[in-house]
């Protein structure tokens, strides 16, 4: 449970980054036995370039502490959002932590918001969110994959998470978040191919005072079409930003702001295409960014 609060000393069962250098660290759970490939329990060793560690000698130490092994040494620390990402297995393809300050930012979250995130994938980003909105708030985590999203489940509970994040296989393209959401987000985030088909679930999904909306996409047509489809509802584009101040391409990020219902109402009445004021307005601002 090392994730969920801040810890002095090692106990069995914590997950632990073993630090060699800035490009060589690695992630693992104290355990001092483990099965072998017969099924059987054996002592825990982790293997490095550095040598062999008994995983039983953790047990006790202080994160920060530097560690012998066989042929070296290396420093054991608490992980956080951040070292994570750099050493967790990946089960998909991840947001690295540049773009997760830029999302988490942009979301407006604060401690004891409700943010819906879609898909959930190696579980980079949600560790980010769980950070930002705990201990009270929640994170709804959704994954269309049923495998994955067992994993991620088991990951988040051995981490201290289970609190905060909630995790559910569903493929939210086709049958939204579901009706326990309806009505409670403050913001939501996306991370999927066909973005563009979960705007009006989005819309349904945030509370009554509006919320923040984000989206990342690998493809300029991704991201093209989820403002198209914004656009579709009667949407303002008020900015579409290509900046190119890194040395590499990572993906578009798009966000949204949804308004509170009263101003929604306002905008509506005076859009000229709808001079009944009944067209119900969806979501106005959408910024575009390209990493």
Same mark, same amino acid.
């Given at each position: 449970?090392?994730?969920?609060?801040?810890?002095?000393?090692?106990?069995?069962?914590?997950?632990?980054?073993?630090?060699?250098?800035?490009?060589?660290?690695?992630?693992?759970?104290?355990?001092?036995?483990?099965?072998?490939?017969?099924?059987?329990?054996?002592?825990?060793?982790?293997?490095?370039?550095?040598?062999?560690?008994?995983?039983?000698?953790?047990?006790?130490?202080? !994160? /920060?502490?530097? @560690? %012998?092994?066989?042929?070296?040494?290396? #420093?054991?620390?608490? =992980?956080? &959002?951040? +070292?994570?990402?750099?050493?967790?297995?990946?089960?998909?393809?991840?947001?690295?932590?540049?773009?997760?300050?830029?999302?988490?930012?942009?979301?407006?979250?604060?401690?004891?918001?409700?943010?819906?995130?879609?898909?959930?994938?190696?579980?980079?980003?949600?560790?980010?969110?769980?950070?930002?909105?705990?201990?009270?708030?929640?994170?709804?985590?959704?994954?269309?994959?049923?495998?994955?999203?067992?994993?991620?489940?088991?990951?988040?509970?051995?981490?201290?998470?289970?609190?905060?994040?909630?995790?559910?296989?569903?493929?939210?393209?086709?049958?939204? !978040? /579901?009706?326990? @959401? %309806?009505?409670?987000?403050?913001?939501? #985030?996306?991370?999927? =191919?066909? &973005?563009? +088909?979960?705007?009006?679930?989005?819309?349904?999904?945030?509370?009554?005072?509006?919320?923040?909306?984000?989206?990342?996409?690998?493809?300029?047509?991704?991201?093209?079409?989820?403002?198209a489809s914004d656009s579709s509802?009667?949407?303002?584009?008020?900015?579409?930003?290509?900046?190119?101040?890194?040395?590499?391409?990572?993906?578009?990020l798009t966000f949204a702001t949804?308004?509170?219902?009263?101003?929604?109402?306002?905008?509506?009445?005076?859009?000229?295409?709808?001079?009944?004021?009944?067209?119900?307005?969806?979501?106005?601002?959408?910024?575009?960014?390209?990493?």
């Open positions: 449970m090392s994730f969920s609060r801040d810890k002095t000393e090692i106990d069995e069962g914590d997950t632990v980054i073993l630090y060699l250098s800035a490009s060589n660290m690695h992630a693992f759970r104290v355990q001092p036995t483990i099965k072998n490939k017969h099924g059987e329990l054996v002592e825990n060793v982790f293997q490095t370039t550095y040598g062999a560690l008994k995983v039983a000698s953790l047990v006790g130490v202080k !994160f /920060g502490s530097k @560690v %012998q092994m066989s042929r070296g040494w290396a #420093f054991v620390l608490q =992980p956080n &959002p951040e +070292l994570w990402t750099l050493t967790l297995p990946h089960r998909t393809q991840i947001i690295y932590t540049a773009d997760i300050s830029l999302i988490v930012f942009h979301l407006e979250l604060r401690p004891g918001s409700f943010v819906v995130e879609s898909g959930t994938g190696s579980g980079s980003l949600t560790h980010a969110l769980a950070r930002r909105v705990g201990p009270h708030g929640t994170v709804r985590t959704f994954d269309f994959h049923d495998q994955r999203a067992q994993i991620a489940t088991e990951e988040f509970a051995q981490h201290g998470l289970s609190n905060v994040v909630q995790v559910a296989c569903r493929d939210v393209s086709c049958d939204g !978040f /579901g009706e326990d @959401v %309806q009505g409670r987000a403050d913001a939501v #985030f996306l991370d999927l =191919p066909h &973005p563009w +088909l979960v705007v009006h679930h989005t819309v349904a999904a945030f509370k009554s005072d509006g919320g923040r909306f984000a989206s990342f996409s690998p493809c300029i047509e991704q991201r093209s079409q989820t403002v509802d009667k949407l303002e584009l008020v900015c579409t930003n290509y900046q190119n101040t890194m040395p590499g391409h990572t993906g578009y949804l308004p509170p219902v009263w101003a929604r109402n306002i905008s509506s009445s005076a859009c000229p295409s709808d001079p009944d004021g009944d067209d119900g307005g969806s979501a106005p601002v959408i910024e575009t960014a390209g990493l």
